[in-house]
């Protein structure tokens, strides 16, 4: 950000210390460096589990053994390290998680912690949502459907009668030792 300001030809005075002071009348040249980050940052403590990295640490939660360290979780959740350490953060502070030495997860209650994920998720929001009609029928619209790569059908489509949906949740998400966790399916089957 700095050197796009300066390539600007804008003087600038932060907070961290840096400053750069540029005057052709009287000629004044003044630069100097302060901290790279802001050394008053505020925390930003998490209040719901919305969003795609909250849910990918609940999924590495559900579905890997623990005690698991905070790097291990970040790294098989492909999800940073803050981001790892404000959601368990915020799960130990709702008792949904129990961290002992070194900040290893030794327990975690799945079924509270998938419910709060849940509520937290929102469906509707969390989602892109159309609606659609084929007025030529069902037989019409399956075939329009396999070409998306996603899709849920809901609706008058969930009567008896209706051939199995498959419905990918989220993408793959890097297991232990680097192996492609797959990703969770859902299937519904109507006879």
């Known amino acids: 950000m700095r050197q796009l300001i300066a390539q600007g030809g804008v003087s600038y005075v932060d907070a961290t210390g840096n400053l750069r002071v540029v005057a052709t009348t009287p000629g004044i040249f003044l630069e100097g460096l302060g901290a790279e980050r802001d050394p008053e940052r505020a925390a930003r403590p998490l209040y719901s589990l919305r969003g795609a990295a909250a849910g990918r640490v609940v999924r590495a939660l559900v579905e890997l053994e623990l005690p698991l360290g ?23 502070a709702e008792a949904l998680l129990t961290r002992h030495a070194q900040n290893r997860v030794v327990a975690v209650d799945l079924q509270a912690l998938l419910a709060r994920w849940s509520k937290d998720y929102e469906l509707t929001k969390s989602n892109e949502l159309r609606t659609f009609l084929e007025p030529r029928g069902l037989p019409v619209l399956w075939p329009k459907l396999a070409r998306l790569s996603r899709y849920t059908a809901t609706g008058s489509t969930a009567r008896p009668g209706i051939r199995v949906l498959k419905v990918v949740l989220r993408p793959e998400v890097p297991g232990p030792g680097g192996k492609a966790l797959p990703p969770p399916e859902a299937t519904v089957t109507r006879k």
């Open 70 to 92: 905070l790097r291990a979780l970040s790294t098989t959740s492909a999800t940073p390290l803050a981001t790892v350490s404000r959601v368990a953060t915020f799960l130990e």
